[in-house]
């Protein structure tokens, strides 16, 4: 992006100035480039299902989606109901897709927003087809079935499926798709006794003369290992927003691929206070972290409350290019940098604080925030919380600002308040 300060840019868009001194920076042009990755790779007739949930991973689910679909994507997958429902608030068309069941008692509105569902159980499949018959049934309830390959975590068992969908044989339901997910895709073994057992599902449908819909298997990782079979659907989450999961093999041909995917998501932050310290002097909640000598300490509104988890702190930061560490426990709206050893820091527009992302030629990824937590990508990502604002960009364009009180978008005529709320 442009070196100018963030407040300049949102102002030179027409756009609000933050709330506070501490956003994430979402690159739209990055997360159209990612589908475009998959979609190559993929190839034709195929379906590429993005994955939106958890407010896309963090980096804003009506935004996002909105990318996506002019991306291309075929389908959006979500969590929930009321996750479809907002992104049908906010103006997205393609089909949408429930990951994870439904009560049934929402079967109705869901068809009525054309959301697809899923099944995942016999007794969830009982419940919904009850509740189903007893609406007025004016719009086609579409149907996904979920075979549990091996991952136990939701799904039918392989040798009902056949049974399930024979249940789901009527005028007013269409059965769409037939998916499993991957519990270990970088573990060959695993992943081929999951897509066999998914096989053995599949041979039973048409064992019984049963149409087989569409089959979705592989996530990001499943389609990176080189192992996965396509079938006629991926769902591709972590990958789209730029990330790979950890420890991931792959095939020559999958790497080069992953090598042109970007990261869509920074993290920055301009000092509240930048104050020298003696030696001697505690810093935070406990005294935890004493400063071993003069030290200069730059405050960050940025804390557990956000994105940065109290336990196991941040680490680093960059600024001015330099990486600073982050010292003193972490609390709920703060977090503090050592910034003695960078000369010049200081409270003003140009001092951004790079916590996720590059600054120069230094980067602070995600997975190496990852594996200093002993987490994965996906929770650095998905932990950032609703109250940062993100400022959305291609390249040096800005598109629009998201915080706690709404959307406001840049059009041909200026910016616009879009209505979508937190969504």
Not at 15 to 34: G, H, Q
Not at 40 to 55: H, M, P, R, S
Not at 180 to 202: C, G, I, N, R
């Amino acid at each position: 992006m442009s070196t100018d300060s963030i407040d300049d840019r949102l102002r030179a868009a027409g756009l609000p100035t933050l709330p506070r001194s501490v956003w994430l920076e979402i690159d739209e042009a990055a997360l159209a480039n990612n589908l475009s990755v998959f979609r190559e790779l993929i190839g034709t007739g195929v379906e590429l299902n993005a994955v939106v949930k958890a407010d896309a991973y963090g980096h804003g689910l009506v935004p996002v989606a909105r990318v996506f679909e002019a991306a291309g994507a075929d389908r959006l997958c979500v969590a929930s109901l009321d996750e479809a429902l907002a992104l049908r608030d906010g103006g997205i068309r393609i089909p949408i897709l429930v990951l994870f069941p439904i009560p049934p008692s929402e079967v109705d509105e869901a068809a009525f927003a054309e959301v697809e569902i899923t099944v995942s159980g016999t007794d969830q499949l009982h419940a919904t087809l009850d509740s189903w018959r007893g609406q007025s049934r004016a719009a086609r309830l579409v149907v996904h079935l979920e075979v549990d390959s091996g991952l136990s975590r939701g799904g039918v068992k392989p040798q009902q499926a056949a049974a399930v969908i024979g249940r789901l044989d009527a005028p007013d339901l269409q059965v769409a798709g037939i998916w499993t997910h991957l519990a270990s895709p970088e573990k060959q073994d695993v992943t081929s006794a999951q897509v066999a057992a998914f096989e053995q599902a599949v041979n039973d449908l048409r064992a019984v003369g049963r149409y087989v819909p569409k089959r979705h298997v592989a996530a990001t990782g499943g389609a990176l290992n080189g192992e996965t079979p396509l079938y006629e659907g991926v769902r591709i989450g972590l990958g789209l927003y730029g990330l790979l999961p950890m420890d991931l093999p792959m095939p020559d041909p999958e790497r080069a691929a992953a090598a042109r995917l970007i990261p869509a998501m920074a993290l920055k932050a301009r000092p509240l206070r930048v104050e020298t310290i003696s030696a001697g002097t505690s810093v935070s909640y406990g005294g935890r972290w004493t400063a071993e000598r003069e030290s200069v300490i730059a405050t960050l509104p940025v804390g557990y409350a956000d994105a940065i988890p109290r336990p196991a702190p941040w680490g680093n930061a960059l600024v001015r290019g330099h990486s600073v560490p982050l010292v003193g426990t972490v609390a709920m709206d703060a977090v503090m940098a050592d910034v003695t050893d960078v000369p010049g820091v200081a409270v003003n527009l140009q001092d951004e604080f790079v916590l996720l992302g590059s600054q120069g030629d230094a980067t602070i990824s995600a997975e190496a925030l990852a594996r200093g937590r002993n987490t994965i990508p996906w929770e650095v990502v998905t932990s950032m919380s609703a109250r940062i604002p993100r400022v959305y960009h291609a390249g040096s364009v800005l598109m629009g600002l998201r915080t706690l009180n709404g959307e406001t978008r840049v059009s041909a005529v200026g910016a616009s308040a879009e209505g979508v709320g937190n969504r």
